[in-house]
T-cell receptor, first 112, second 113 residues
Framework: AQSVTQLGSHVSVSEGALVLLRCNYSSSVPPYLFWYVQYPNQGLQLLLKYTSAATLVKGINGFEAEFKKSETSFHLTKPSAHMSDAAEYFCAADFGNEKLTFGTGTRLTIIP | DTGVSQDPRHKITKRGQNVTFRCDPISEHNRLYWYRQTLGQGPEFLTYFQNEAQLEKSRLLSDRFSAERPKGSFSTLEIQRTEQGDSAMYLC???????????FGPGTRLTVT
């Protein structure tokens, strides 16, 4: 079955440290992939997308993600965490059926 | 673009009552989606429209749920005879003709007491 898995429901990093949020997909054909961020009681904001052009994708707020077909992964990184990065992050995939399939989310906490 | 808007932002209702939510997509976006998000989970697809046509409904969308997009612009999601299990955040998203990304509204949080 086609699915999205996010390893680590909670991740804590120190301010200024590297942020790494993991996402893997399960599909025989690489889907379109997305990362969204959600702040409390708000909707989802698109951070970046992969659409089979470049494998390294840059997004907003200094985030980037690398698509690795061999690992079926699309991990999200940011070199230096900021307090304002504290939020819930969702990885999502469009498996060619028009709708998004989401992972269960990773809550990112930034330690001052 | 003014973004996707949803109304109301919060709704508290008693079990058994009917509720209706509205979503206004980004102008000229022909695709409109509804998702439901429960606490601690990612959003789950409910249904989507291309223009005014409802093209797919999830099995999550029971007979008590109905969605419309009568003129291909705004959409409404109605829940009849609400149950406590309907308590969730209802998210609307829209997508343009050429893009693949979906843009989300702020959501409507429903609490059924």
């Amino acid at each position: 079955a086609q699915s999205v898995t996010q390893l680590g429901s909670h991740v804590s990093v120190s301010e200024g440290a590297l942020v790494l949020l993991r996402c893997n997909y399960s599909s025989s054909v690489p889907p379109y992939l997305f990362w969204y961020v959600q702040y409390p009681n708000q909707g989802l904001q698109l951070l970046l997308k992969y659409t089979s052009a470049a494998t390294l994708v840059k997004g907003i707020n200094g985030f980037e993600a690398e698509f690795k077909k061999s690992e079926t992964s699309f991990h999200l990184t940011k070199p230096s965490a900021h307090m304002s990065d504290a939020a819930e992050y969702f990885c999502a995939a469009d498996f060619g059926n028009e709708k998004l399939t989401f992972g269960t989310g990773t809550r990112l906490t930034i330690i001052p | 673009d003014t973004g996707v808007s949803q109304d109301p932002r919060h709704k508290i209702t008693k079990r058994g009552q009917n509720v209706t939510f509205r979503c206004d997509p980004i102008s000229e976006h022909n695709r409109l989606y509804w998702y439901r998000q429960t606490l601690g989970q990612g959003p789950e697809f409910l249904t989507y429209f291309q223009n005014e046509a409802q093209l797919e409904k999830s099995r999550l969308l029971s007979d008590r749920f109905s969605a419309e997009r009568p003129k291909g612009s705004f959409s409404t999601l109605e829940i009849q005879r609400t149950e406590q299990g309907d308590s969730a955040m209802y998210l609307c998203a829209s997508r343009g003709r050429r893009g693949v990304e979906q843009y989300f509204g702020p959501g409507t949080r429903l609490t059924v007491t």
